[in-house]
């Protein structure tokens, strides 16, 4: 690939572009107010997104995925969170919660699970923060003690996104407490129906109110041996480069609230009249516009580029995952807020979508990785 490739996407792309869209538009946008309202899970979607098998197409063929790149993956986010920022966790979340799988599992546990990922048939989720550990990841208290030939799991994860829908979980626990911190934690796989492992009440949410957040709770889960990922003392290792990966469909999403934004506002500009004139015509409106374009497609650039890095696999791509999802997010918070003031008082009610992409876009900034600690991120790259 040459350096200019990462600046183009193909024609394959962009044909998954228009079959996202047009799923998008027909069966989940018109269920995004309810859902939001709500805060139900949107299953319309999910079931929109198994049939043509969006749901989780970053499962590679031998897996029975769809096997599509990390940048068409990005695309399948985007394109779904242009109309639906909570249905756009359904793909990736389950990215999010078997990509320690995919980058630190045995061949027998990548094919016990990611085939029913692949399949619909489970949704995989993600525990890593706890409430004293959230940016400060290395400091979790939830331990798993060998016995026998498996594990027993005591302890706590907040912030778990699509926690209740989730048939899997990625675990991290302390499994070596004298151990030097950040390499005496492992990785295991729970399941919804083990015994012990329970769900607190969901999270009341500013936005992304149809994806549940919710905290799992450990009492004396048994986990058996061989639902270990990777070696023992490897758990965080592999957590912190499924972030560097996934962090660039944070900025695909970023991107598609964005864009979401952006075409409510121009559609609303075109048609609302002042001063005998539609108000598109005014400089003022115009040059926030452009200043949205602008943000929006450097963004969007970034979030491309970071997913062929992670296709690749590149050394710096720790850097560019960082990057992309803290400038396509703060993007996204800016230009949603732009957008509502362009619509007025018309943005700030629930008849039209801007005020529901205003507040999702926050989370962008949030999760899988404050913005402060992206920038720290990308710091510790410069310096190393």
Known sequence: MSDFDLFRTTEEHEELREAVRSVAEDKIAPHAAEVDERSAFPQDA????????FHAPHIAEEY??????????????????????????????????????????????????????????????????EREAGSDTASMRTQAVADGDGWILNGQKSWI??????????????????????RNVSAFV??????????????????????????????????????????????????????????VTIGAQAVGIAQGALD????????????G?????????QFMLADMAMKLETARQMVYVAAAKSERGDDDLPFYGAAAKCFASDAAMEITTDAVQLLGGAGYVKDFPLERMMRDAKITQIYEG????????????LLK
């Open 264 to 275: 409510q506002a121009v559609a609303y500009v075109k048609e609302r009249k002042q001063f």
């Open 277 to 285: 004139r539609h108000i598109a015509d005014f400089q003022g409106v």
């Open 370 to 381: 404050t913005n402060q600690i992206q920038r720290m991120v990308m710091a510790r790259q």
């Open 190 to 247: 729970l399941h919804a129906d083990d015994e012990g492992f329970t769900l607190g009440e969901p999270e009341r949410k500013l936005g992304i109110k149809g994806s549940p957040t919710r905290e799992l709770f450990f009492d004396n889960v048994r986990v058996p041996g061989d639902r270990i990922v990777g070696a023992p003392g490897e758990g965080l290792k592999i957590a912190l480069r499924t972030l560097d990966h996934t962090r």
């Open 64 to 129: 029975d995925g769809v096997g599509a790149d990390a940048l068409a993956t990005c695309i399948v986010i985007e394109e779904v969170a242009r109309v639906c920022a909570s249905s756009s966790l359904i793909p990736a979340v389950n990215k999010l919660g078997t990509m320690p799988l995919i980058l630190g599992a045995s061949e027998e546990v990548k094919r016990r699970y990611l085939p029913e990922v692949a399949s619909g048939e489970a949704m995989f989720s993600y525990g890593l923060s």
């Open 161 to 182: 996104t699509n926690a209740g829908v989730s048939k899997y979980y990625t675990v991290l626990a302390v499994t070596d407490p004298e151990g030097a911190r950040g």
């Open 46 to 53: 999910l079931d929109a997104l198994v049939a043509t098998d």
